[in-house]
């Protein structure tokens, strides 16, 4: 059987463009937009476990595939900002958490108040649910590495609510989930380095509610008013 030259032309033009649409996804989940699932509670009520996240990546200058080179980066990370990165402790894993000091910043909690260079900080995303006692936690011994004065001659034990003064090294960061008293982040295993942050949460594409009852039908877990919103 032949196939009549129009066909042949028709299935060639289709094969052209099917081979350019997967190079163009290719390059823009590579180097713009990827999307993120937030398995957690660490970032509520900001971010909510089953939230589906795009996370734009050229923001900060997305890593080229395969080159270990970067584009251009449209400004740097700055206190504040919502990121994706890959944690030092987990670097297989991407971690999401708010930017609260940049290099040079000296930080301090006292009684679940953070303050940066000698100023309470005002964090109306915050989230504090635990009124009750402190948690001291021994993978917080790496903080006397960075005390930002020498260490005082009685020991230093820094807890999930009382910490610091830290100075943040500069090309470093310290982030912190919003959902302050269950949440890993940079009080438990430091900073993070400016070359593992990925990129930004840009918007919720779409949000699942997690499973009250075996067997309760998946729609009626869909959040439709988170669905479109932006991170801030």
Request: zero cysteines.
């Amino acid at each position: 059987m032949r196939i009549r030259p129009s066909a042949f032309a028709s299935f060639r033009e289709w094969l052209r463009i099917a081979i350019l649409t997967l190079v163009l996804f290719l390059l823009v989940r590579g180097l713009a937009l990827e999307a993120f699932t937030i398995p957690t509670s660490s970032m509520e009520n900001t971010l909510q476990v089953g939230d589906f996240l795009f996370v734009n990546k050229a923001v900060y200058g997305a890593p080229v595939p395969g080159t270990g080179l970067r584009l251009p980066a449209f400004r740097e990370p700055r206190a504040g900002d919502v990121v994706v990165f890959r944690p030092p402790h987990d670097p297989q894993r991407n971690y999401v958490k708010r930017i609260v000091g940049v290099g040079g910043d000296t930080l301090r909690m006292e009684g679940k108040t953070l303050w940066v260079n000698g100023t309470p900080l005002e964090e109306g995303y915050a989230r504090h649910r635990d009124r009750g006692g402190d948690a001291v936690h021994p993978d917080m011994t790496w903080q006397s590495d960075f005390l930002a004065a020498a260490r005082p001659p009685h020991p230093y034990v820094p807890s999930r609510d009382n910490w610091g003064p830290l100075v943040v090294p500069h090309g470093s960061y310290f982030v912190l989930g919003d959902n302050r008293d269950n949440s890993e982040d940079s009080r438990y295993w430091g900073f993070v380095p400016r070359q593992k942050i990925m990129g930004t949460p840009w918007i919720v594409y779409f949000s699942l509610a997690p499973e009250k009852r075996e067997g309760d039908p998946w729609f009626q877990r869909i959040r439709w008013q988170r669905v479109g919103e932006t991170i801030r």
